[in-house]
């Protein structure tokens, strides 16, 4: 299967959904996929994948492309797993949110094959996760970001763009830092601030009112907040520093926001939440 087969490490949601819209263009792709859990076999039992290998070596055997779609703190040791199972041309890209450790990680791990590696990440997802999620038009009219270094050969992004067709996704070049900060500000720590929302309303006693009497717009506050914990972690872990810097960011503001509702100061609010609304307009 050498040139049509893609091997996917890690089939949780996006890892599936990827292999989803891979496998609707049957005629162009051989979809393997590996999951130390119960992930492949399901992606495999809903028509996602081709076959589910029982190993990293299995699936990575044979393969013009592995996508490393497992969660970020994971991506150092496979990527040291799958260098003596690459094939000599095979090109490998990953779906991380991050992309400062995974790049070191990767230039440790694949030696001499790190320059056949296209960092990646593809901006979609949902608060659903695993494979039973899986959505092959997940990927469809949004960004799909590749995040080359000085030494990524040209070819190989270009490789990368073909194979991601099948998704429907626009994709475009991103430095790996800019990339860093800018996902800390409009993901990264967006995610934190739903997770510390919904905390605080469960912590409180009136949280069994909260739910009976909540509308659409702590719905759509705290969408996010339903997400996977421990994905959500590694990843503000990972990114800390640029995250650290958002939060402060966004301190600052609440804390002037806080003082202007507790001194009655309707015009401090008024700006606020205008220079808010004003960009939040934006927002397409």
Same mark, same amino acid.
């Given at each position: 299967?050498?040139?049509?087969?893609?091997a996917?490490?890690g089939t949780?949601l996006i890892? !599936?959904s990827?292999?989803? =819209?891979?496998?609707?263009?049957?005629?162009?792709?051989?979809?393997?996929?590996?999951s130390?859990g119960?992930d =492949?076999?399901?992606?495999r039992?809903?028509?996602?994948?081709?076959?589910? #290998? =029982?190993?990293?070596?299995?699936?990575?055997?044979?393969?013009?492309?592995v996508?490393v779609? !497992?969660?970020?703190p994971?991506?150092p040791?496979l990527?040291?797993?799958?260098?003596?199972?690459?094939?000599?041309?095979a090109?490998v890209?990953d #779906?991380?949110?991050?992309?400062?450790?995974?790049?070191?990680?990767?230039r440790?791990?694949?030696?001499?094959?790190?320059?056949?590696?296209?960092p990646?990440?593809?901006?979609?997802?949902?608060?659903h996760?695993?494979a039973q999620?899986?959505?092959p038009?997940?990927?469809?009219g949004r960004?799909?970001?590749?995040?080359?270094?000085?030494?990524t050969?040209?070819?190989h992004?270009?490789?990368i763009?073909?194979?991601?067709?099948?998704?429907g996704?626009?994709v475009?070049?991103?430095?790996?830092?800019?990339?860093?900060?800018?996902?800390?500000?409009v993901?990264?720590?967006?995610?934190?601030?739903?997770?510390a929302?919904?905390a605080a309303?469960a912590?409180h006693?009136?949280?069994?009112?909260?739910?009976?009497?909540?509308?659409?717009g702590?719905?759509?506050?705290?969408r996010?907040?339903?997400?996977?914990?421990?994905?959500?972690a590694?990843?503000?872990?990972d990114?800390?520093?640029?995250?650290l810097?958002?939060?402060?960011?966004?301190?600052d #503001?609440?804390?002037e926001?806080?003082?202007?509702?507790?001194?009655?100061?309707r015009e401090?609010l008024?700006?606020?939440f205008?220079d808010?609304?004003?960009w939040?307009?934006?927002?397409?």
């Amino acid at each position: 299967m050498t040139g049509r087969k893609v091997a996917i490490l890690g089939t949780g949601l996006i890892g !599936a959904s990827l292999a989803a =819209a891979l496998s609707r263009a049957h005629d162009r792709w051989h979809v393997a996929g590996y999951s130390p859990g119960d992930d =492949a076999q399901v992606a495999r039992a809903l028509g996602h994948l081709d076959i589910a #290998c =029982a190993t990293v070596d299995e699936a990575v055997q044979g393969a013009a492309y592995v996508v490393v779609a !497992a969660p970020v703190p994971a991506m150092p040791s496979l990527f040291a797993q799958i260098r003596q199972s690459l094939e000599p041309q095979a090109i490998v890209t990953d #779906c991380g949110s991050t992309k400062r450790s995974v790049i070191e990680g990767a230039r440790i791990g694949l030696g001499d094959a790190f320059l056949r590696f296209v960092p990646g990440h593809p901006i979609a997802g949902s608060e659903h996760s695993g494979a039973q999620a899986a959505d092959p038009d997940l990927f469809r009219g949004r960004r799909w970001l590749l995040c080359p270094v000085d030494a990524t050969p040209a070819q190989h992004c270009e490789a990368i763009t073909r194979l991601l067709e099948p998704t429907g996704a626009n994709v475009e070049k991103l430095d790996p830092l800019l990339h860093d900060r800018i996902f800390a500000e409009v993901s990264h720590w967006p995610h934190a601030v739903a997770f510390a929302l919904s905390a605080a309303i469960a912590g409180h006693g009136l949280a069994e009112s909260a739910l009976q009497y909540s509308g659409a717009g702590l719905r759509d506050t705290t969408r996010i907040g339903a997400s996977s914990p421990t994905l959500w972690a590694d990843i503000l872990l990972d990114n800390r520093d640029f995250c650290l810097d958002s939060s402060q960011r966004f301190r600052d #503001c609440l804390d002037e926001l806080r003082a202007a509702l507790r001194d009655g100061d309707r015009e401090t609010l008024v700006r606020l939440f205008s220079d808010a609304s004003r960009w939040r307009n934006r927002l397409a």
